[in-house]
């Protein structure tokens, strides 16, 4: 029996027979979910940007970024009577980047005409406030600043005084270095051009602009190369501040939520202020140079106020990669950049058609690095950062941009450094140096040098290097024996024979430096011609309870143990605290604690700490009178005869010193104005063969010659007076007798004499 085929439908048939109503319910449920969908990721993006507005807020409006400490040279001061030339002047100027300009149209330029040089002084602030714009012109004759006058109204000025310059920033290894300036600082040609190249609708856009993107397209495609990017300024604020530079869709996300943010919360002048100062604008070895107020300085070392057009061009230009357009390493890949950027001006009417052909010409120029600020003053930096250390500065003020105003004198501190140099030329390679140099009538440290190569950090010298000084301590042993009036005169005879010591369990037998032996001689010969053995029997005399106290009266503050040998200078000091030592002598028995700092301030102006002057009388005048005519004596015929060679007409007051078995060469010297002390010496302490007189010596006078010398004049004080003294017995003569020298002495504990005792 056949089978029946029965036909049936394909279950795929079957399938596809879905029935209406089940295809509205399955689509519903699918609209529902991803409602569900969009309302958990609404929910999810505002929770995020409220998350992002809180995080973002709190560091917008508190303090933005960690600013490096700004480090002030000393300002200089002009007054009539100065010691100071023409040719010193101008280079002053030029350090601080005045423009020579004889039509003087804006602050930071300066003219010059026979003996007068006219400055259009910049406004700054100071130690003690604001000093506004000023135009000045200074006259000189030949010894120094004549007069000062004001250029307008041609009235005489007793006072004007340069803005400091700016040395250093305190910026740590790997932080960002910036120098903030405030938008009403900033020019507005600037600013037009800057948004002209970065965001045209700045002002008109919520953060974020579609329109900006497509236009950027069409420009980069007429010109064939890149030249407008499609994120907002403010996406970019966004980027440099709370973003990474990863190239993700999730970055690119965040930073146009971020600008959202910033637009909603912030007005657009506060965003473009902040954008000013965040842009990288290079980089300066380890560190990152932000800002345009820095970058301004760090490519022309001028203020930004001070830009012309093509430096505007050159430095908005190469915002977009300054690592590319680099001017240093790229010269003409960023003169490119700057002139697409002056077309620019020109088309949108930010520059004439004469400014733009003359911006054009221009070729372009900026500063080497090694002068942005200074990569010298090394040592006198160190000397800074130590004392800042030791300041109750709250830590949070350290990072908020405050001012360090220091007492370096530029021009000093070059003279030293090239003196340094000059002399050391010359000799061992091994030898080392280090030199301070001191306004001692206010304890100013004005310049310093640690090392023979002054741009050299590390060791600081003069600070640290502990040595010892030789017959420098001599005035100190001296000045303790002229304290005991009517026992000590600078007519004292002394004994130059032989002697001989036990010393540190051994035999010690000084002797002169000539070998030779003189008899009985007068106390400022000694002193004068640095005789040891006299010095040795003075000092036993006196005990060496006198020489400790001496040297704390002085200044030293620090116990130092004290033995025979140390009569001639068997201890050790560093340069700093000769120098130091040799401020209260200078300064005719006053004391004051050398520094280099004189105020700090913040960012504002509103000081932290400002340097008191607290000053102590530790001699009489007319003891250090008597002991400051010694030394005159040493510099004009004695150990440092040389100075009188080579000054002739110039007077000096000062003292060698040569350590034992010549292993350290010295000389601490004053004029008039200012106490230089100089060390020479090897690191290892092995002999270098120089006295103070053939090294130190040839250094402090080569340091003289290049800064100027003002001749030491010293007023008999009251109470002090010329007497006659017989040169065989030391003893008061009648002004008549034979075999007299007539020296100063304090004439209350020496009464005239009218007899001749001798005769």
Known sequence: MSKVNVSRKPKSANKSAIKPSALRSGLKRTAIA????????????????????????????????????????????????KLMTQ???????????????????????????????????????????????????????????????????????????????????????????????????????FKDTLLLVEDRDFYHHHGVSPLSVMRALWVNAVAGRTVQGGSTLTQQLAKNMYLSSDRTLWRKANEALIAIVLDYRFNKDQILEAYLNEVFVGQN????????????????????????PAQYALLI????????????????????????????????????????????????????RNQYLNTGFAAYLDAVKKELRQLSINAVDKDQGIKVFTYLDTQAQFSAERATKTQLAELPSELQ??????????????????????????????????????????????????????????????????????????????????????????????LANSLNVPTVRLGLQLGLPALSDGLRKLGLRRKVKLHPAALL?????????????????????????????????????????????????????????????????????GTAKSLKAAFPSTVFAGKTGTSSDYRDSWFAGFDQDTLTAVWLGRDDNN???????????????????????????????????LQSFSIKTGYLQGKNCFNILLLPAISVEMPAMTECLEE
């Open 34 to 81: 991803l409602l569900k969908l969009m309302f958990v990721l609404l929910l999810v993006l505002l929770f995020y940007l409220v998350y992002l507005d809180s995080k973002i807020s709190k560091k917008f409006s508190g303090q933005k970024w960690q600013v490096p400490a700004q480090i002030y040279a000393q300002s200089t001061e002009l007054l009539p009577g």
């Open 433 to 526: 140096a280090a030199v301070v140099v001191a306004n001692y009538q206010y304890a100013k440290i004005i310049a310093m040098v640690g090392s023979k190569d002054a741009v050299q950090g590390g060791f600081n010298r003069a600070i640290d290097a502990k040595r010892q000084i030789g017959s420098i301590i001599k005035p100190v042993i001296y000045l303790e024996a002229l304290a005991q009036r009517g026992r000590y005169s600078l007519a004292s005879i002394l004994q130059d024979e032989p002697i001989r010591l036990r010393s540190n369990d051994q035999d010690w037998q000084p002797q002169n430096f000539d070998k030779q032996y003189r008899g009985p001689v007068m106390l400022v010969d000694a």
């Open 285 to 308: 070895y380890a560190n990152a140079v932000h800002g345009v107020g820095l970058g301004s300085r760090f490519y022309f070392g001028k203020p930004l106020g001070e830009l012309q």
């Open 87 to 189: 040719e010193q002047l101008i280079a002053k100027l030029d350090n601080l980047k005045y423009q020579r300009n004889s039509s003087l149209t804006a602050p930071g330029q300066y003219s010059v005409s026979r003996n007068h040089v006219t400055v259009y002084r910049r406004a700054f602030t100071y130690v003690d406030g604001y000093e506004a714009e000023q135009l000045f012109s200074v006259e000189f004759n030949r010894s120094g600043i004549n007069r000062i006058t004001q250029r307008q109204q041609q009235d005489p000025l007793n006072f004007a005084r340069l803005e400091p310059e700016l040395i250093d920033h305190l910026v740590a290894a790997q932080q960002e270095d910036r120098e903030l300036v405030r938008l009403e600082q900033v020019p507005e040609r």
């Open 569 to 637: 200078g068997a201890i050790e000091l560093s340069p700093l605290e000769v120098t130091q030592l040799y401020q209260t002598i200078a300064n005719n028995g006053l004391h004051q604690q050398l520094t280099t700092l004189q105020a700090v301030t913040d960012s504002n102006g509103h000081p932290l700490y400002v340097r008191e002057h607290p000053l102590t009388r530790r001699y009489e005048q007319q003891e250090v009178y008597l002991l400051q005519y010694a030394l005159m004596q040493a510099a004009s015929r």
């Open 317 to 368: 230009g190469l915002l977009k990669g300054p690592s590319y357009f680099d001017p240093r390493r790229y010269p003409e890949r960023a003169q490119q950049r700057r002139d697409l950027i002056l077309r620019l001006m020109f088309e949108q009417h930010l520059l004439d058609r004469t400014e733009y052909e003359h911006a054009v010409q221009q070729a372009v120029v900026v500063i080497p």
């Open 687 to 721: 002999a270098i063969a120089l006295t103070g007189s053939t090294g130190a010596l040839n250094v402090f006078k080569h340091y003289y010659r290049l800064h100027g010398a003002n001749s030491l004049v010293r007023v008999m004080p009251e109470q002090v007076s």
